[in-house]
């Protein structure tokens, strides 16, 4: 397979792309600068150097069979990239061609805050966490395209390697002493390791010629308690406990602070996929350590 993967340096391209490339696809990465270019190239993936506003990454639609969109996107962003997309490939590729499987990134705060209610792949989405208000419409404009088979993967809180969301609490922890986290007791997190959500990409993009319009969670099959993480976090980091809820200061920490109950089933039924890496807070001290080495 051919595969393009928009965001390939990022926290979640940059692994997927990397599985996608052991799975033995083809795989090309769109890369801003000569030194990322040169990371994507150590790991046989192809870079194309320029950015997602220029058209360099276009052409190459001609001849691919999926396109992976890992950016994190504004509004206008992930509309623009997704309808740019459609536009090459009705330029670029012959009548009757297979269509481009395109796969888009959202995310599972669109389930929303709630602490009571559990939610699947397929409830229907009431009331999005804010900041990401605009991410239903476009899921609903991908899944819906009869212009490419399209499929949106959304993955839960981020968990392994550079740490992602949780790289400030782990910072708080390290360099100041203290942990300190928005939120209120008794909240709960859908996790995802970056290792296994790489994997269901890879799974989607092999099957994605089935799967146009459908929609995955990609989370473990439990959740978290905040209070766990929390306070296994002063255990090993040697932070000054107790641990200490604070209000929100903006969008982005209430979406932090969001319970979402999520208990996906589809990727599971449909490709078999499960995930394999240990629970975020049972190996807190392999995260931990894989945080600090790498922001080293
Ligand atoms: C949780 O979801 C249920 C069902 O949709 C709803 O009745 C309830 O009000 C929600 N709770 C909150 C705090 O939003």
Known sequence: MKVLVLGATGFIGFPAAQALARAGHI???LARTEAKAKILAAEEIIPILGDLD?????SLIATLDAIIETV?????????IFERTVKAAKELRP??????SYIYTSGTWVHGDNRTDIVTDTTPIARPVEI???????????????AVTGIVVRPALLYGRSASILAPLFKGASSEGKVVWPGTPG????????????????RVAERA??????????????????DELLQKLVQISGAKGPYEYRKPENLYEEAIQATTLVR??????LLGWSPKKPGLVESLDIYYAAWRASSA
């Open 27 to 29: 795989v090309y990465g």
């Open 72 to 80: 994190s996107a504004s509004p206008d962003g992930s509309r623009s």
């Open 54 to 58: 220029s058209s360099v990454w276009l």
């Open 95 to 100: 009548a009757g061609a297979p269509l481009l």
């Open 132 to 146: 990401v208000a605009w991410r239903p419409a476009v899921e609903q404009l991908v899944a819906h395209s009869t």
């Open 264 to 269: 996906p089933y589809l990727a599971n039924a």
């Open 187 to 202: 909240g709960r997190y859908a996790v995802i390791h970056t290792d296994d959500l790489a994997d269901l990409f890879v």
């Open 209 to 226: 010629p089935l799967l146009g319009g459908k929609i995955f969670d990609a989370a473990n099959s439990q959740t978290e308690s905040v």
